[in-house]
């Protein structure tokens, strides 16, 4: 179903980015199909409320959800450890897929099912 207008949707391929995938694929009720809001400022604040007190795993990133660049990211926002190549493969798709569009544009994350 098409958002309204000003709405992307960022899509993932389930092929792309293994653990992240999965991580996804079980998000916490409130966050399923959640308008999230693209702001490019506040990311590196919101990752470091996000990730205070989180140790750093040799091999892994810790992910957040929401994301960083959101502005629903930040301080109380689900973290987890994913394999880091799986993590950066999954942000870089993200970034790409947003880089068109300005701060404030709306947008939700969703998973797309391989054929």
Known sequence: MPGPPSFSTARRDQGEAGRSRQRRSRPK????RRVLHFRRYEATANRRASLRGIPTKKGF???EYPPA?????GKGADVRYVRSAENRSAGSVMSHQLAPYCN??????ERRRNR
Do not use: L
């Open 29 to 32: 009720p409130s966050y399923e």
């Open 104 to 109: 404030e544009q709306r947008f939700i994350f």
């Open 69 to 73: 660049m959101s502005d629903e990211g």
């Open 61 to 63: 990133d810790r992910d």
